[in-house]
């Protein structure tokens, strides 16, 4: 399932870097990622070099990751290397569907550094240690209190996540913050804005928008166009296009009940907007979704 919303899970999880700095990677409930492994610390780096080391390391991930599927909840644990990971589950009505693994950090007044008994077990030779004392150095320390909170703010997204998935709306494909400030902000518009989101499968008029504006038609249109680069018509169609990937994504509903449940006029026009905003049919992003996750 997770699979289908990787474009929206590499924005979370790029997020969620920014906010922490820690190295983090989501997978599915095999263990397989789902997204790229991102900011991980040159110490891991140096161990993943080594296939025995590596090894291991997806090792301590699947013991985790088995943990989680009994337990439903986030568990704390430390590598074959000796730093600290965590893996938070992502719950879709009541079952995991993935998870996140977040760590290569150490916790403050426990920084046990264990690295040559680490290379002898493994009879590994070939890892410059001073090179590897060097990586260590830089790893990131934190308090508990600290781990605490990141394990907050990740298990919130994960009730996000679930949100999205069975609400068919995203933050960051419907406000996209660096596209679409005007959504998130105290503009005059705002209240149209809102009402598009909340019922984009409706035909909403320009008199509506002006309406709920307060405006005149002709100075909502001028209004609208300049805070939002496009005419109050195309950034309707827009949403909606939108929306209509989102179902093809999420659903198996056929391109016509899409085009109904959008409200357009019929399904050959509804095809016929897809292709001018997205260069490719409905059928044929299907086929490309597909052929994706093969």
Same mark, same amino acid.
């Given at each position: 399932? !997770? ?7 590499l924005?979370i ?7 922490t700095?820690m190295?983090?990677?989501? #997978? ?11 900011n ?11 296939s025995?080391l590596? !090894?291991?390391c ?12 009994l337990?439903? *909840?986030?568990?704390?644990?430390k590598?074959?290397?000796g ?17 996140f /693994? ?6 403050e007044?426990?920084?046990?550094f264990e ?7 493994n009879?590994?030779?070939n890892?410059?240690?001073? /090179? /590897? ?5 830089e !790893?990131?320390?934190i ?7 990141i ?7 994960t009730y ?12 960051h494909?419907?406000?996209?913050i660096?596209?679409t =400030? #005007?959504?998130?902000?105290?503009s005059?518009i705002a ?8 019922n ?7 008199? /509506?928008?002006?309406t ?10 001028r ?7 496009k ?11 939108e ?5 093809i994504?999420?659903?198996?509903? *056929? ?9 357009f006029?019929d399904s ?5 907007l897809? =292709?001018?905003?997205e ?12 052929n994706n996750?093969?």
């Amino acid at each position: 399932m !997770l699979r289908n919303f990787k474009e929206e899970l590499l924005l979370i999880q790029k997020d969620l870097i920014t906010l922490t700095n820690m190295g983090i990677v989501i #997978i599915d409930i095999e263990g397989e990622y789902i997204t790229e492994k991102t900011n991980y610390s040159g110490f891991c780096k140096l161990f993943r070099k080594s296939s025995n080391l590596s !090894l291991l390391c997806e090792k301590c991930d699947l013991k985790a990751l088995n943990k989680v599927l009994l337990s439903r *909840t986030p568990y704390i644990y430390k590598c074959h290397s000796g730093l600290i990971d965590v893996i938070i589950p992502i719950l879709y009505e009541g079952e995991v569907i993935g998870a996140f /693994l977040i760590g290569q950090f150490l916790i403050e007044n426990n920084r046990d550094f264990e690295v040559e008994r680490i290379l002898k077990e493994n009879s590994e030779k070939n890892i410059d240690l001073k /090179l /590897l004392q060097e990586k260590y150095d830089e !790893l990131t320390v934190i308090s508990l209190e600290k781990l605490e909170s990141i394990i907050r703010i990740v298990t919130y997204s994960t009730y996000y996540i679930a949100d999205c998935i069975k609400n068919s709306r995203w933050l960051h494909v419907e406000s996209n913050i660096s596209k679409t =400030k #005007i959504e998130l902000s105290s503009s005059r518009i705002a209240p149209v804005i809102k009402y598009i989101n909340e019922n984009i499968q409706e035909n909403i008029s320009l008199s /509506l928008g002006a309406t709920l504006c307060n405006m005149s038609q002709s100075q909502f249109g001028r209004t609208f166009k300049k805070e939002t680069g496009k005419t109050f018509k195309e950034y309707i169609l827009l949403k909606k296009i939108e929306r209509a990937k989102f179902y093809i994504k999420t659903t198996d509903k *056929t391109f016509s009940e899409i085009s109904d449940l959008l409200g357009f006029e019929d399904s050959s026009y509804f095809t016929k907007l897809f =292709k001018k905003y997205e260069v490719i049919t409905p059928k044929e992003y299907k086929n490309r979704l597909k052929n994706n996750l093969a």
